[in-house]
């Protein structure tokens, strides 16, 4: 614990992305984190394109102008955050979450590791998962329609991401 107070007492502000594969435990890590920094987590899922708007492009379903405008430059001057969480199931934003500025923060998802966002974080994380046990986390996770779903879309959509941004390189640390 005391290497967390260390490392944020050096800088007096931290931002650390915490990006990987799907179940790989990036959710839980980065709670475990912010709970040793005393950080706030802000989650990519909170920064998804409706579904009418999605690109083709690596990582074109994410908000990219939004997560930069309403989270990664107010943390970078110093200012308080205002921001509404999308919710992918009702295709809808909920209310607005106002978070004083904090001292600690970590941006946990896929695609926080995205180019045009890396130059903001002092600290990378890359998150690996042995494909069988990802397959087994997400059969526990998801019901077979959602499954099915998940193998079509998202995890095709996140290798896309993975071969043509490489945020496993851009990374400090890979766990």
């Known amino acids: ?13 931290l931002l650390v992305a915490v990006d990987g594969l799907c179940c790989a435990g990036k959710t839980s890590f980065a709670s475990e984190l912010a709970d040793c920094l005393g950080a706030r987590v802000f989650h990519t899922d909170d920064f998804y394109v409706p579904s ?14 939004r997560l930069l405008s309403e989270i ?48 903001f974080y002092d600290i990378k994380i890359f998150m690996e998962i042995d494909p069988e046990e990802q397959t087994r986390r997400l059969s526990r996770r998801e019901d077979a329609e959602s499954l ?23 990374s400090d640390f890979i766990i």
């Open 1 to 13: 614990m005391k290497a967390c107070g260390d490392l944020l007492g050096k800088k007096g502000s």
């Open 72 to 119: 990664l430059l107010p943390l970078k001057n110093g200012r308080d955050i205002v921001y509404r969480g999308y919710d992918c199931a009702s295709e809808s934003f909920g209310p607005a979450v106002k978070v004083g500025f904090p001292e600690a923060a970590v941006v946990e998802g896929t695609y926080s590791l995205l180019p045009a966002l890396r130059g």
């Open 52 to 65: 009418g708007r999605r690109s083709g492009a690596p990582g074109g379903n994410i908000d990219v102008p």
């Open 148 to 170: 099915k779903r998940f193998e079509a879309v998202w995890l095709p959509r996140e290798r896309y991401y993975f071969e043509k941004c490489r945020p496993r390189l851009a």
